[in-house]
């Protein structure tokens, strides 16, 4: 499993067929709420198995937290530890850029996977796309 930083126009395509696959085809997310004015601004993260994308995430600075955003894996690659090696990526990646606190708004169904990881949810229940969410934050 390989995680990279985005860099090229390929990647970007790789990890938003991830995004694409995973919020738009099976969760049913419009595409105008996934693919949103903020992807610009954003670093983005993508992880491969073998030369094929498998799990994609996306990095922002908002507010003085590092934000943690679209981080998918693809059904085939769930329980492999892809979701956890981008977050580690992109954990990485926010101590290097001098960030300590990071905040993510996490699917309910996941938040397990984000407290595994030393997240702690902080508000209560809300929509997003229809989805229910907590928004969850990390000292680091």
Do not use: W
């Not at 995004?19 to 004015?37: A, G, L, M, S």
């Not at 198995?49 to 679209?70: L, W």
């Not at 693809?74 to 492999?80: G, I, P």
């Not at 993510?104 to 809300?126: D, K, R």
């Amino acid at each position: 499993m390989n995680v990279k930083i985005v860099e090229n126009e390929k990647e970007l395509e790789d990890a938003f067929s991830v995004r694409r696959t995973v919020f738009i085809d099976e969760q049913e997310v419009p595409e105008e709420e996934e693919i949103d004015q903020y992807e610009g601004d954003a670093v983005h993260f993508v992880s491969y198995q073998e030369d094929s994308p498998i799990a994609a995430g996306r990095f922002r600075v908002v507010e003085g937290y590092g934000k943690v955003e679209r981080i998918c894996v693809l059904k085939s690659a769930r329980k492999t530890g892809a979701g956890k090696a981008i977050m580690k990526k992109i954990e990485a990646y926010a101590i290097e850029k001098g960030l300590h606190k990071l905040k993510l708004n996490a699917q309910t169904h996941a938040i397990p996977f984000y407290a595994g990881l030393g997240y702690e949810a902080v508000t209560e229940e809300f929509l997003d796309a229809g989805i229910p969410h907590k928004t969850m934050i990390k000292k680091i």
